[in-house]
């Protein structure tokens, strides 16, 4: 191993928390972001429909509030949902200082409508391409400061000693030598898992490594079991799947099924804008009713131009598959998306273990509850990290409280078997872990997976570390959900259809250190 590296923040992940994040610690000491692609591989760079802020005229941070309250089905912590909130327009203005492009109109900022949104509320940059612009500003200003920027580098291990975070170890993917970093506080900004699932709107960057990294190293992992599967993604053989921004409803396209029927106003009084874990459902049962793999979105009756206008991207990359989404409809599936659960963090995103915190889709802050509201990630991210580094100036080694009903995974028998490739996992997770699950599914799922891990050689490159976090957050996300008996946001059991009262409480795994 490589002799130690020393920086005040070791910051993990490239994306809109950790490069965020960064530029605000280079104030306070010398700053290192280690990422394990080039620096704009992330999930940020994909995100379309903006950022939620309530700065529109008849806009105010309760009713932001009260939509976030709402989407997350019981489980939303308020406390940090109104921190949330609140401190929104403040980050959009730091994020436009940073160079970051917001639409506007007639002067005035543009702001889009999204589902379970009652006003309003969504920024957005480059018409549909927001999260481009957010990590273009970003990388660049980043690059041109005094921050350290390690791209290749795949963090493999927290380490901690005398039960604080105090370094990492990690492997560089180009030269094959694993190198320790040690920093003051350690920052784990490495996005989603969405690459768990057989169909996902996530590039290949999203594997879960901050969670199973996190779990190992004994922090508290929260609300695993769920899974935001958005909607709408486009559905064409042989086409990687993308996303149909939810802004896209927003502006008043209509789902069909095969026979050419809307089909929404019959499964929630909000129709196409009801929240997406009802829209995904609803587009499964029409699915299967009509035997096909995929529904419609049709936004055929709004103005071209508007359309064009409003959605550049999409509209472009439509009509470089054959496409043209102002005269026919477009095809379109469910795919995983997001994950609402992750490391627990407190409102000062510190992770149970001192000196480690999260940030972005990979903590657990509690603001999404059991489903998030469009566009609260993005916003999430910035909030969040602004509150670390405030906190690591004041306060080296406090930690959120441990919680009193954690628990470790549980192992099964030591049952042979064969090392599995990511295919095979994410096919296992669609179909067993996915928008419909049981009992009886997950627990396959959950033994298969502890098989599997335990074939699995000692990782030693970047898709065996992916894959080995991979089946560890997978099995975090099988065990919360055979464990939660009950349907509650974008957690659906067809053996559990109904929300239960005891049930509003969270799902912690700990593993004992
Ligand atoms: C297609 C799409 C559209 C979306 N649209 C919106 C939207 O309109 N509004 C909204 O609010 N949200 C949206 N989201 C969600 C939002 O984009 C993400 O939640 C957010 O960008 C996450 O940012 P992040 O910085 O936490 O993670 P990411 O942007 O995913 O960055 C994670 C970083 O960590 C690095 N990393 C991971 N593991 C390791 C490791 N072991 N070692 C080193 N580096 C590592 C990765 O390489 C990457 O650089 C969308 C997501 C997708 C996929």
Same mark, same amino acid.
């Given at each position: 191993?490589?002799?130690?590296?020393?920086?005040? *923040?070791?910051?993990?992940?490239?994306?809109?928390?950790?490069?965020?994040?960064?530029?605000?610690?280079?104030?306070?000491?010398?700053?290192?972001?280690?990422?394990?692609?080039?620096?704009?591989?992330?999930?940020?760079?994909?995100?379309?429909?903006?950022?939620?802020?309530?700065?529109?005229?008849?806009?105010?941070? $309760?009713?932001?509030? !009260?939509?976030?309250?709402?989407?997350?089905?019981?489980?939303?912590?308020?406390?940090?949902?109104?921190?949330?909130?609140?401190?929104?327009?403040?980050?959009?203005?730091?994020?436009?200082?940073?160079?970051?492009?917001?639409?506007?109109?007639?002067?005035?900022?543009?702001?889009?409508?999204?589902?379970?949104?009652?006003?309003?509320?969504?920024?957005?940059?480059?018409?549909?391409?927001?999260?481009?612009?957010?990590?273009?500003?970003?990388?660049?200003?980043?690059?041109?400061?005094?921050?350290?920027?390690?791209?290749?580098?795949?963090?493999?291990?927290?380490?901690?000693?005398?039960?604080?975070?105090?370094?990492?170890?990690?492997?560089?993917?180009?030269?094959?030598?694993?190198?320790?970093?040690?920093?003051?506080?350690?920052?784990?900004?490495?996005?989603?898992?969405?690459?768990?699932?057989?169909?996902?709107?996530?590039?290949?960057?999203?594997?879960?490594?901050?969670?199973? #990294?996190?779990?190992?190293?004994?922090?508290?992992?929260?609300?695993?079991?769920?899974?935001?599967?958005? @909607?709408?993604?486009? !559905?064409?053989?042989?086409?990687?799947? *993308?996303?149909?921004?939810?802004?896209?409803?927003?502006?008043?396209?209509?789902?069909?099924?095969?026979?050419?029927?809307?089909?929404?106003?019959?499964?929630?009084?909000?129709?196409? #804008?009801?929240?997406?874990?009802?829209?995904?459902?609803?587009?499964?049962?029409?699915?299967?009713?009509?035997?096909?793999?995929?529904?419609?979105?049709?936004?055929?009756?709004?103005?071209?131009?508007?359309?064009?206008?409003? *959605?550049?991207?999409?509209?472009?990359?439509?009509?470089?598959?054959?496409?043209?989404?102002?005269?026919?409809?477009?095809?379109?599936?469910?795919?995983?998306?997001?994950?609402?659960?992750?490391?627990?963090?407190?409102?000062?995103?510190?992770?149970?273990?001192?000196?480690?915190?999260?940030?972005?889709?990979?903590?657990?802050?509690?603001?999404?509850?059991?489903?998030?509201?469009?566009?609260?990630?993005?916003?999430?991210?910035?909030?969040?990290?602004?509150?670390?580094?405030?906190?690591? $100036?004041?306060?080296?080694?406090?930690?959120?409280? #441990?919680?009193?009903?954690?628990?470790? #995974?549980?192992?099964?028998?030591?049952?042979?078997?064969? $090392?599995?490739?990511?295919?095979?996992?994410?096919?296992?997770?669609?179909?067993?872990?996915?928008?419909?699950?049981?009992?009886?599914?997950?627990?396959?799922?959950?033994?298969?997976?502890?098989?599997?891990?335990?074939?699995? @050689?000692?990782?030693?490159?970047?898709?065996?570390?992916?894959?080995?976090?991979?089946?560890?957050?997978?099995?975090?996300?099988?065990?919360?959900?055979?464990?939660?008996?009950?349907?509650?946001?974008?957690?659906?059991?067809?053996? *559990?259809?109904?929300?239960?009262?005891?049930?509003?409480?969270?799902?912690?795994?700990?593993?004992?250190?």
């Amino acid at each position: 191993m490589h002799v130690a590296q020393r920086f005040d *923040f070791l910051i993990v992940g490239s994306g809109i928390a950790g490069l965020y994040c960064a530029l605000l610690a280079r104030q306070h000491g010398t700053v290192c972001v280690l990422t394990k692609g080039s620096i704009d591989e992330c999930n940020t760079k994909y995100a379309q429909g903006g950022i939620a802020a309530a700065v529109g005229a008849d806009d105010d941070p $309760a009713l932001h509030l !009260r939509d976030t309250i709402e989407a997350g089905a019981g489980l939303v912590d308020e406390a940090a949902a109104r921190i949330l909130v609140e401190a929104a327009a403040d980050r959009i203005q730091d994020l436009v200082t940073f160079g970051v492009p917001f639409d506007a109109v007639d002067g005035e900022v543009a702001l889009g409508k999204e589902a379970a949104h009652s006003r309003n509320r969504i920024l957005h940059a480059g018409g549909d391409s927001t999260g481009a612009h957010i990590e273009i500003s970003l990388s660049n200003l980043a690059q041109m400061s005094r921050i350290t920027i390690k791209e290749h580098v795949q963090v493999e291990r927290i380490v901690v000693e005398r039960g604080r975070a105090v370094a990492l170890e990690a492997l560089d993917t180009r030269t094959n030598v694993t190198t320790r970093f040690e920093g003051g506080a350690i920052v784990l900004a490495t996005g989603g898992c969405g690459q768990l699932f057989r169909v996902t709107t996530n590039p290949v960057i999203a594997t879960g490594d901050g969670v199973a #990294l996190a779990y190992r190293a004994g922090a508290e992992v929260q609300d695993m079991e769920f899974i935001q599967f958005h @909607p709408t993604a486009l !559905r064409l053989p042989g086409v990687p799947i *993308f996303l149909i921004s939810e802004a896209v409803r927003g502006e008043g396209a209509l789902l069909k099924n095969e026979d050419g029927e809307r089909f929404m106003p019959g499964y929630h009084e909000k129709a196409e #804008l009801a929240p997406r874990d009802v829209v995904a459902r609803a587009i499964v049962s029409e699915m299967a009713r009509t035997r096909t793999d995929h529904v419609f979105l049709d936004i055929t009756h709004l103005d071209a131009t508007r359309v064009t206008a409003r *959605f550049p991207q999409i509209y472009r990359y439509c009509m470089d598959h054959g496409l043209d989404m102002t005269r026919e409809p477009i095809p379109v599936s469910p795919a995983a998306h997001y994950i609402m659960g992750g490391v627990r963090t407190n409102t000062w995103g510190e992770t149970t273990l001192p000196r480690l915190y999260a940030c972005g889709e990979v903590a657990c802050t509690g603001v999404h509850g059991a489903n998030r509201l469009a566009s609260n990630s993005l916003l999430e991210t910035v909030v969040f990290a602004k509150r670390i580094v405030q906190r690591t $100036a004041e306060s080296a080694d406090s930690a959120a409280p #441990l919680t009193e009903d954690a628990r470790e #995974l549980p192992p099964f028998g030591n049952e042979g078997g064969t $090392a599995p490739d990511r295919a095979s996992l994410q096919a296992l997770m669609w179909d067993k872990v996915g928008i419909v699950r049981d009992g009886a599914g997950l627990e396959e799922a959950s033994r298969q997976l502890w098989a599997w891990r335990a074939a699995l @050689p000692e990782p030693h490159d970047r898709p065996s570390h992916e894959l080995a976090n991979m089946l560890l957050a997978g099995r975090l996300m099988a065990e919360a959900a055979l464990m939660r008996e009950e349907s509650r946001g974008a957690h659906y059991r067809t053996d *559990f259809p109904e929300p239960v009262d005891a049930w509003r409480r969270h799902i912690t795994f700990r593993r004992k250190v």
